[in-house]
């Protein structure tokens, strides 16, 4: 049996694990996290280290062990820390604002667009022209992440449109006379 590559997953002490076959438990400071995992897979807790072994190096066991270890250590730091994405709006008239819960975004539509936060999920809007989407589930604040550029993706033209912190979109040449 190998270890997960040779890197272990540190343990904090302010978080609680409970593993039980096929599924993991992470709590911390932020909430809980739950993520079933295959049974093949052995996840050991000893010393505040976290180890995932697999049973043979097949190639489908050598898969399930990184996403494994990765899913744990997404967990643990979720719990702790928290995940968040930064968005960007470019374009004459384009904004967001926070409307209890959810948000409302003028993107150049003839209606606004209306974003609810699913549970977990919450929005920050610092600036008409910026939105944070917070919490601990890493892959469910990507997803709403995507779905909110989704509503007006950046187009190659004049660049208008919600992108990612940091994104850079290509620009295409217009018409020329």
Same mark, same amino acid.
Do not use: C, W
């Given at each position: 049996?190998?270890?997960? !590559?040779?890197?272990?997953?540190?343990?904090?002490?302010?978080?609680?694990?409970?593993?039980k076959p096929g599924l993991i438990k992470v709590k911390g400071p932020k909430g809980e996290l739950?993520?079933?995992i295959s049974h093949d897979m052995t996840v050991k807790a000893e010393d505040g280290v976290i180890t995932v072994?697999?049973?043979?190096?097949?190639?489908?066991?050598?898969?399930?062990? !990184?996403?494994?270890?990765?899913?744990?250590?997404?967990?643990?730091? !979720?719990?702790?820390?928290?995940?968040?994405?930064h968005l960007e709006i470019q374009g004459v008239g384009y904004r967001a604002a926070a409307?209890?819960?959810?948000l409302?975004?003028?993107? !150049?539509?003839?209606h606004p667009v209306s974003i609810e936060a699913p549970e977990g999920i919450e929005f920050e809007v610092p600036q008409p022209t910026e939105?944070?989407?917070?919490?601990?589930?890493?892959?469910?604040?990507?997803?709403?992440?995507?779905?909110?550029?989704?509503?007006?993706?950046?187009?190659?033209y004049k660049g208008k449109g919600i992108r990612y912190r940091g994104e850079h979109v290509t620009r295409k040449v217009g018409k020329r006379v």
């Amino acid at each position: 049996m190998s270890r997960i !590559g040779k890197k272990p997953i540190d343990l904090p002490g302010s978080v609680e694990i409970d593993i039980k076959p096929g599924l993991i438990k992470v709590k911390g400071p932020k909430g809980e996290l739950t993520q079933v995992i295959s049974h093949d897979m052995t996840v050991k807790a000893e010393d505040g280290v976290i180890t995932v072994e697999r049973p043979t190096d097949r190639g489908p066991h050598r898969a399930l062990h !990184g996403l494994t270890r990765s899913l744990v250590a997404n967990m643990i730091v !979720g719990v702790t820390d928290g995940y968040e994405k930064h968005l960007e709006i470019q374009g004459v008239g384009y904004r967001a604002a926070a409307k209890g819960k959810g948000l409302e975004l003028a993107l !150049g539509y003839s209606h606004p667009v209306s974003i609810e936060a699913p549970e977990g999920i919450e929005f920050e809007v610092p600036q008409p022209t910026e939105i944070v989407v917070r919490g601990i589930d890493k892959q469910k604040v990507g997803q709403i992440a995507a779905n909110i550029r989704e509503s007006r993706p950046p187009e190659p033209y004049k660049g208008k449109g919600i992108r990612y912190r940091g994104e850079h979109v290509t620009r295409k040449v217009g018409k020329r006379v």
